[in-house]
């Protein structure tokens, strides 16, 4: 684990600019003391930015401590930054820091009034602004994090920091980003972003502009976080950018002008279509379209802190949701430190890491080879989500080791989710799957894990009766057999020669279904998958052989 | 020395027999008829199931249970788009709760996720055996004394996610420690003996929602009219548990002549509701939102500042279960303003009429 540890550390510690140290030599541990992978690392990298570790807003040590907190005084009284706050490099308040120049803020404040007062001197003003850059980066990035100053006076300064991208000024950027509370200004902030991306190790606001995928809710706002995003080589924001698009709001025309000049800039054509961004975002989504080198100090650091946060030494779920929301559209970036993170000793980094993995598809193929030692671990939930994860970042490769895994006779947990995840491999061993679904007494769950397989395997004759009767049970998972049902209905093609006919049968299945804007009640859901089961049954005894 | 023998015999018998009647004695006095039951220990727990043979009056409650039913609610799966939200699994589909360690996060596990939260999440021991009342190695389950069990560190796991836990400890139901069990798992006739009801009654039961609040209506001096709301019993605020849960208070004029009710509960043939307030907390984006969350031993009055409240005022305080406030993503959100029907997706908690100015 030791080793594992000086390993990540290697990359980062060994990387050019400011404070480069020597790496020290690897290891292998032999003190058997406990290590920690996660911890180590990132308190290594955290220091080396100079930013301090956060704590969880509520952990299990003050849960434990009986503490009387209600809602609304747990920020104010332990200074936590919000869930939706920024924490990037740079973001914390550094006490050592040094003092701003009084010059350099009066010089800002006055260049600001200038173009406020007529934004015609904004030209001159930024030019200014270009030639003292550095000097008053510090100064820029203060007046960007004094979020009570006029809205009109943050976004000449992000104008500012745009014309002279900064370290300093993106960080404050992204933190503006998501924590002011007029959206004109948040979306400004983004905008700025787009330039940081020229800066050498440029990637640090590439986290906090993800976590504005997750919760911006200000059209304009969204749209110019996924631009930025795109800037940094970061596709994830362009289905947003469709979607906003093709939704027919006040942003859509800004919204479909920069996806073409995203899909423009990064294919290096001047002629692009609907089909190229569609066939960029597959590609993005696919691994095929990423930044392959490593990630940048200034990154990592962050990617650290994001793992982190997946640590059972943290109670709320939300930042665990944000992590694993942020991590898992990082793409190839993250793939070698979550692999890493396999081999913590805390079992919840080890879980959410294999869960993220798996949301990252083909993107974290690079720890494949962490998620097959992963099937073997002691913890069910983490071999089980390993199982999955291995399906998802490797499905041609991930036969094999799943089928050996499962000939191990492993506990039950883990033989569900290697079922379920050999079903999503591209070449599902069939017999495998047909042995877990025919197996006698075999429990409800491991036959609709193996049922999935069936069906993807498009051996649906051999678990269709099954299925469609498992949906009017009230014991075992009508639910999951009747979801499983609805997607293969409604993906099969009406002219399949063999298949097509089922398809006769969705304007029933969804008729069965609840209108728009209606939810089920427990009593119609049972009726509903009641009619549903019915529904099928009744088709399957219709053909030959039945 | 035959005699000697014989008599040696007969005192070995004699002890066997002895020992026989104790060890009945003993079961009959540990172990109840369920216990003793002939099922044997099964080489692996896979399902909540499993328990069902021995603790068929524990397991029919809790199948009827929220908890049961937390992995096929159909809020929740629309929510979650059939838990294609994976992040919803966690407290969904939890682990068992002594292997993760009380008060700890949770952790979502990977089968049986259709029990939901089951017997074994609450119940399995990291070495296979249960937390129980006793230790009864005997027992199929063989139950291990574990009196954490009626700790609310048991729930906090997932219901302190949105702090209800913290919300409890600062009310005096905490300095007493009447904790989530003295509420939400009584005991089934008052007394230990009889065991704590397992149907674990909460949101989901609007007696239990209607015993929290009081809602009263009234006119001042100058005849203006308001309503007043008091989380007198909920050991929590009210409600409680983040987006997941909303309450409102709706009004509308009240025709003199409207005296019977309708199978809501509310008066037949009454006009347009207006809305007057709405009591939740705010889901993590909605910076926009205040909290207005009802504290124990919170009273909040309501004026109904309007005309047409000068004749007699109608008021009711309804409780949703899925607010879906600004929920794009479910595809059925709407704005509060957008509504009409108060009982639409809620139910009616308290009615109250005002007479005439």
Same mark, same amino acid.
């Given at each position: 684990?030791?080793?594992?540890?000086?390993?990540?550390?290697?990359?980062?510690?060994?990387?050019?600019?400011?404070?480069?140290?020597?790496?020290?030599?690897?290891?292998?541990?032999?003190?058997?003391?406990?290590?920690?992978?996660?911890?180590?690392?990132?308190?290594?990298?955290?220091?080396?930015?100079?930013?301090?570790?956060?704590?969880?807003?509520?952990?299990?040590?003050?849960?434990?401590?009986?503490?009387?907190?209600?809602?609304?005084?747990?920020?104010?009284?332990?200074?936590?930054?919000?869930?939706?706050?920024?924490?990037?490099?740079?973001?914390?308040?550094?006490?050592?820091?040094?003092?701003?120049?009084?010059?350099?803020?009066?010089?800002?404040?006055?260049?600001?009034?200038?173009?406020?007062?007529?934004?015609?001197?904004?030209?001159?003003?930024?030019?200014?602004?270009?030639?003292?850059?550095?000097?008053?980066?510090?100064?820029?990035?203060?007046?960007?994090?004094?979020?009570?100053?006029?809205?009109?006076? !943050?976004?000449?300064?992000?104008?500012?920091?745009?014309?002279?991208?900064?370290?300093?000024?993106?960080?404050?950027?992204?933190?503006?980003?998501?924590?002011?509370?007029?959206?004109?200004?948040?979306?400004?902030?983004?905008?700025?972003?787009?330039?940081?991306?020229?800066?050498?190790?440029?990637?640090?606001?590439?986290?906090?502009?993800?976590?504005?995928?997750?919760?911006?809710?200000?059209?304009?706002?969204?749209?110019?976080?996924?631009?930025?995003?795109?800037?940094?080589?970061?596709?994830?924001?362009?289905?947003?950018?469709?979607?906003?698009?093709?939704?027919?709001?006040?942003?859509?025309?800004?919204?479909?002008?920069?996806?073409?000049?995203?899909?423009?800039?990064?294919?290096?054509?001047?002629?692009?279509? =609907?089909?190229?961004?569609?066939?960029?975002?597959?590609?993005?989504?696919?691994?095929?379209?990423?930044?392959?080198?490593? =990630?940048?100090?200034?990154?990592?650091?962050?990617?650290?802190?994001?793992?982190?946060?997946?640590?059972?030494?943290?109670?709320?779920?939300?930042?665990?949701?944000?992590?694993?929301?942020?991590?898992?559209?990082?793409?190839?970036?993250?793939?070698?430190?979550?692999?890493?993170?396999?081999?913590?000793?805390?079992?919840?980094?080890?879980?959410?890491?294999?869960?993220?993995?798996?949301?990252?598809?083909?993107?974290?193929?690079?720890?494949?080879?962490?998620?097959?030692?992963?099937?073997?671990?002691?913890?069910?939930?983490?071999?089980?989500?390993?199982?999955?994860?291995?399906?998802?970042?490797?499905?041609?490769?991930?036969?094999?080791?799943?089928?050996?895994?499962?000939?191990?006779?492993?506990?039950?947990?883990?033989?569900?989710?290697?079922?379920?995840?050999?079903?999503?491999?591209?070449? =599902?061993?069939?017999?495998?799957?047909?042995?877990?679904?025919?197996?006698?007494?075999?429990?409800?769950?491991?036959?609709?894990?193996?049922?999935?397989? !069936?069906?993807?395997?498009?051996?649906?004759?051999?678990?269709?009766?099954?299925?469609?009767?498992?949906?009017?049970?009230?014991?075992?998972?009508?639910?999951?057999?009747?979801?499983?049902?609805?997607?293969?209905?409604?993906?099969?093609?009406?002219?399949?020669?063999?298949?097509?006919?089922?398809?006769?049968?969705?304007?029933?299945?969804?008729?069965?279904?609840?209108?728009?804007?209606?939810?089920?009640?427990?009593?119609?859901?049972?009726?509903?998958?009641?009619?549903?089961?019915?529904?099928?049954?009744?088709?399957?005894?219709?053909?030959?052989?039945? | 020395?035959?005699?000697?023998?014989?008599?040696?015999?007969?005192?070995?018998?004699?002890?066997?027999?002895?020992?026989?009647?104790?060890?009945?004695?003993?079961?009959?006095?540990?172990?109840?008829?369920?216990?003793?039951?002939?099922?044997?220990?099964?080489?692996?727990?896979?399902?909540?199931?499993?328990?069902?043979?021995?603790?068929?009056?524990?397991?029919?409650?809790?199948?009827?249970?929220?908890?049961?039913?937390? &992995?096929?609610?159909?809020?929740?799966?629309?929510?979650?788009?059939?838990?294609?939200?994976?992040?919803?699994?966690?407290?969904?589909?939890?682990?068992?709760?002594?292997?993760?360690?009380?008060?700890?996060?949770?952790?979502?596990?990977?089968?049986?996720?259709?029990?939901?939260?089951?017997?074994?999440?609450?119940?399995?021991?990291?070495?296979?055996?249960?937390?129980?009342?006793?230790?009864?190695?005997?027992?199929?389950?063989?139950?291990?004394?574990?009196?954490?069990?009626?700790?609310?560190?048991?729930?906090?796991?997932?219901?302190?996610?949105?702090?209800?836990?913290?919300?409890?400890?600062?009310?005096?139901?905490?300095?007493?420690?009447?904790?989530?069990?003295?509420?939400?798992?009584?005991?089934?006739?008052?007394?230990?003996?009889?065991?704590?009801?397992?149907?674990?009654?909460?949101?989901?039961?609007?007696?239990?929602?209607?015993?929290?609040?009081?809602?009263?209506?009234?006119?001042?001096?100058?005849?203006?009219?308001?309503?007043?709301?008091?989380?007198?019993?909920?050991?929590?605020?009210?409600?409680?548990?983040?987006?997941?849960?909303?309450?409102?208070?709706?009004?509308?004029?009240?025709?003199?002549?409207?005296?019977?009710?309708?199978?809501?509960?509310?008066?037949?043939?009454?006009?347009? &509701?207006?809305?007057?307030?709405?009591?939740?907390?705010?889901?993590?984006?909605?910076?926009?939102?205040?909290?207005?969350?009802?504290?124990?031993?919170?009273?909040?009055?309501?004026?109904?500042?309007?005309?047409?409240?000068?004749?007699?005022?109608?008021?009711?305080?309804?409780?949703?279960?899925?607010?879906?406030?600004?929920?794009?993503?479910?595809?059925?959100?709407?704005?509060?303003?957008?509504?009409?029907?108060?009982?639409?997706?809620?139910?009616?908690?308290?009615?109250?009429?005002?007479?005439?100015?």
């Amino acid at each position: 684990m030791r080793a594992l540890a000086a390993l990540a550390l290697l990359p980062l510690l060994g990387s050019c600019g400011p404070g480069e140290r020597e790496a020290p030599s690897a290891d292998p541990g032999t003190d058997g003391s406990a290590a920690r992978p996660t911890r180590d690392v990132l308190d290594a990298t955290l220091a080396e930015l100079g930013v301090s570790r956060r704590e969880g807003v509520l952990s299990a040590r003050e849960l434990r401590g009986n503490r009387g907190l209600l809602p609304g005084e747990l920020d104010g009284e332990k200074g936590e930054s919000s869930p939706e706050s920024v924490s990037g490099p740079g973001a914390s308040a550094d006490p050592g820091a040094d003092p701003l120049d009084p010059e350099m803020v009066e010089y800002r404040d006055g260049l600001v009034g200038m173009v406020v007062s007529d934004p015609r001197y904004l030209e001159a003003a930024t030019g200014d602004v270009v030639a003292a850059a550095n000097e008053l980066a510090p100064a820029l990035a203060a007046g960007l994090r004094e979020l009570d100053r006029p809205a009109e006076d !943050l976004k000449v300064l992000a104008q500012f920091a745009r014309s002279a991208p900064h370290a300093d000024t993106a960080a404050a950027l992204a933190e503006l980003s998501a924590d002011h509370d007029d959206p004109t200004v948040r979306a400004f902030a983004s905008w700025a972003l787009i330039t940081s991306a020229e800066l050498a190790g440029s990637g640090g606001a590439v986290p906090a502009l993800l976590r504005r995928l997750k919760y911006e809710k200000d059209t304009m706002a969204l749209l110019w976080a996924a631009r930025a995003l795109a800037a940094h080589d970061n596709l994830s924001g362009l289905p947003t950018l469709a979607a906003i698009a093709g939704a027919g709001v006040e942003a859509s025309g800004a919204a479909n002008q920069q996806l073409y000049e995203v899909v423009r800039l990064t294919t290096g054509r001047e002629d692009v279509t =609907a089909e190229d961004a569609d066939r960029l975002m597959a590609e993005w989504a696919a691994g095929k379209r990423s930044r392959s080198s490593a =990630a940048p100090t200034s990154l990592r650091g962050e990617i650290w802190r994001l793992i982190s946060d997946l640590s059972g030494e943290h109670f709320q779920l939300r930042g665990v949701d944000d992590a694993r929301f942020i991590l898992s559209r990082l793409g190839p970036w993250a793939a070698t430190e979550l692999g890493a993170a396999l081999e913590d000793d805390d079992e919840y980094v080890r879980l959410h890491a294999a869960q993220v993995l798996e949301r990252m598809g083909p993107r974290g193929e690079g720890a494949a080879p962490s998620l097959e030692l992963a099937l073997h671990d002691s913890n069910d939930g983490v071999a089980g989500a390993a199982a999955e994860a291995l399906a998802s970042v490797a499905p041609a490769a991930a036969g094999a080791p799943l089928a050996a895994r499962l000939n191990e006779a492993p506990p039950h947990e883990v033989r569900v989710a290697l079922i379920r995840s050999l079903g999503r491999t591209h070449a =599902a061993p069939v017999e495998l799957l047909l042995t877990a679904f025919e197996a006698e007494g075999a429990p409800a769950d491991l036959r609709l894990a193996a049922a999935e397989g !069936l069906i993807a395997a498009q051996e649906e004759q051999a678990c269709l009766p099954w299925l469609a009767s498992a949906m009017s049970q009230r014991f075992g998972d009508p639910a999951g057999a009747e979801a499983l049902l609805g997607r293969w209905l409604a993906g099969i093609d009406s002219q399949d020669p063999e298949l097509g006919h089922w398809a006769l049968l969705r304007p029933s299945w969804e008729d069965l279904g609840p209108q728009h804007a209606i939810i089920h009640t427990a009593d119609q859901a049972r009726e509903r998958r009641a009619g549903r089961a019915q529904l099928l049954l009744n088709h399957l005894r219709t053909l030959p052989g039945r | 020395m035959r005699t000697l023998g014989l008599r040696k015999g007969m005192r070995i018998a004699l002890g066997i027999i002895v020992l026989l009647l104790a060890s009945w004695f003993f079961s009959a006095l540990i172990g109840t008829p369920e216990e003793t039951a002939s099922a044997q220990t099964p080489a692996e727990w896979v399902s909540s199931e499993q328990c069902r043979e021995c603790h068929s009056q524990i397991w029919d409650e809790w199948a009827a249970s929220p908890h049961a039913n937390s &992995w096929l609610n159909e809020d929740v799966r629309v929510q979650s788009d059939q838990f294609a939200n994976k992040d919803c699994i966690d407290c969904h589909a939890p682990r068992p709760i002594f292997e993760t360690g009380l008060g700890e996060r949770v952790l979502p596990r990977s089968s049986r996720r259709a029990e939901g939260v089951d017997c074994l999440t609450c119940h399995l021991l990291p070495d296979g055996k249960m937390a129980g009342k006793i230790d009864n190695p005997r027992a199929a389950c063989q139950p291990t004394t574990r009196r954490e069990l009626q700790r609310v560190e048991m729930c906090s796991g997932c219901h302190d996610q949105h702090k209800t836990v913290q919300q409890w400890k600062a009310t005096p139901f905490a300095e007493h420690n009447e904790g989530c069990m003295e509420c939400h798992m009584p005991y089934r006739d008052g007394t230990p003996k009889s065991g704590r009801f397992h149907t674990m009654p909460g949101g989901h039961y609007i007696e239990m929602v209607r015993s929290a609040v009081t809602f009263m209506g009234e006119r001042d001096g100058a005849g203006a009219p308001s309503v007043t709301i008091t989380n007198v019993r909920g050991g929590h605020s009210y409600p409680t548990d983040e987006r997941s849960r909303a309450s409102d208070i709706w009004w509308r004029p009240l025709p003199a002549d409207a005296d019977t009710l309708n199978e809501t509960g509310v008066a037949a043939g009454g006009g347009s &509701w207006r809305h007057l307030h709405r009591i939740r907390d705010p889901y993590r984006h909605e910076k926009d939102i205040e909290s207005t969350l009802l504290h124990f031993g919170e009273s909040r009055t309501l004026a109904i500042d309007d005309p047409d409240a000068d004749g007699g005022v109608e008021a009711v305080l309804v409780y949703k279960r899925s607010p879906y406030y600004r929920d794009p993503e479910t595809g059925i959100a709407r704005e509060i303003d957008a509504v009409t029907d108060p009982f639409e997706d809620a139910e009616l908690v308290h009615r109250v009429k005002v007479g005439p100015r």
